[in-house]
């Protein structure tokens, strides 16, 4: 989800749908005060204003209940796939029950440690997600940093990062 969400698609959405809101109120609101319905354009100007407070929250809500139903739908048999990860001269070799793979360092976009994993983004819009729990801490670090040599890409913390 975080890679999604640091998308300029995805924070236009919700900006769209934001301003939409307010649009579409207002707009209601100014109909019916055009129409003499004082009572009426007060509630709806009330409901943009409303709408103003409670999107945030709301969107978010929404965005992260659509992104686990996807993750849910589409990653079938992917999520909690264990995997060996091996560093070599010039790829990552990738190892599990169903297939082995290399990576070559070249084609790793971005490493990035989150507060509860780490997540190596490749150039081909995938991802590995390395759970922070599931791994002994020094052994972890020390495979990060081997791969953040390696492939000459700096480790991005934002072990900070909260969904929006």
């Known amino acids: 989800m975080y890679s999604s969400t640091i998308t300029k698609t995805h924070r236009s959405q919700r900006t769209r749908s934001k301003i939409w809101g307010i649009v579409i109120y207002a707009g209601i609101s100014a109909f019916a005060f055009a ?23 709301l969107l978010r809500w ?3 209940r659509h992104f686990k139903k996807h993750i849910a739908e589409t990653k079938k048999g ?6 060996i990860l091996r560093i ?24 990035t440690e ?3 994993l780490f997540l190596i983004k490749l150039k081909q819009a995938a991802n590995l997600i390395i759970p922070k ?9 020390t495979f990060m940093q081997s791969l953040s040599l390696k492939s000459d890409l700096t480790i991005e913390e934002k072990t900070t990062y909260k969904w929006r």
Do not use: Q
Request: no cysteine; aromatic share 8%.
């Open 35 to 57: 129409n003499n319905e004082t009572g009426l354009a007060i509630g709806f100007a009330s409901a943009a204003i409303g709408w103003l407070v409670v999107s945030n929250p």
């Open 62 to 64: 929404k965005y992260r």
């Open 78 to 83: 992917l999520i909690e796939l264990e995997a």
């Open 88 to 111: 070599e001269d010039d790829t990552l070799y990738s190892e599990t029950p169903e297939s082995n793979g290399s990576i070559k360092y070249t084609a790793l976009e971005s490493l």
């Open 114 to 116: 989150l507060e509860n």
């Open 133 to 141: 729990n599931k791994i002994p801490e020094t052994e972890l670090t």
